[in-house]
């Protein structure tokens, strides 16, 4: 359920990725891109860039994304890891935080997927 949680939002940012950057990227080289601190370059804003908060809240996000990447899909894809219950609600409920972000973000932008 992690693994597919994790490739859920790796499907769906492509997708949005792909409409509005007009390129095809996927997993390690696309997560940075989403919440890039290059205003030309980044998907989303998560936070006022004009302010420091702003600029770390995009920082933060661009990390998270690629961290649930590496740190929480790869192991598990690329071996046959068992996850114990509580790992993977912690991964589930981490998953959902991104996922709520992204929704947050297609409605400030008033982008549609």
Same mark, same amino acid.
């Given at each position: 359920?992690?693994?597919?949680?994790?490739?859920?939002?790796?499907?769906?940012? %492509?997708?949005?990725?792909?409409?509005? %950057?007009?390129?095809?990227? *996927?997993?390690? %080289?696309?997560?940075?891109?989403?919440?890039? *601190? *290059?205003?030309?370059?980044?998907?989303?804003?998560?936070?006022?860039?004009?302010?420091?908060?702003?600029?770390?809240?995009?920082?933060?996000?661009?990390?998270?994304?690629?961290?649930?990447?590496?740190a929480l899909r790869n192991p598990?894809?690329?071996?046959?890891?068992?996850?114990?219950?509580n790992k993977a609600y912690e991964?589930?409920?981490?998953?959902?935080?991104?996922?709520?972000?992204?929704?947050?973000?297609?409605?400030?932008?008033?982008?549609?997927?």
């Amino acid at each position: 359920a992690v693994e597919s949680a994790i490739k859920e939002i790796n499907s769906r940012l %492509k997708k949005i990725y792909k409409k509005y %950057k007009g390129e095809e990227l *996927d997993g390690a %080289k696309l997560f940075p891109m989403v919440f890039n *601190d *290059d205003i030309n370059k980044t998907l989303f804003v998560a936070g006022n860039l004009d302010e420091q908060s702003g600029r770390d809240e995009q920082e933060g996000f661009r990390f998270l994304l690629l961290g649930i990447w590496k740190a929480l899909r790869n192991p598990k894809a690329h071996e046959n890891l068992e996850v114990d219950k509580n790992k993977a609600y912690e991964s589930i409920v981490f998953a959902s935080l991104i996922m709520n972000k992204i929704d947050e973000c297609l409605q400030n932008q008033k982008m549609e997927e």
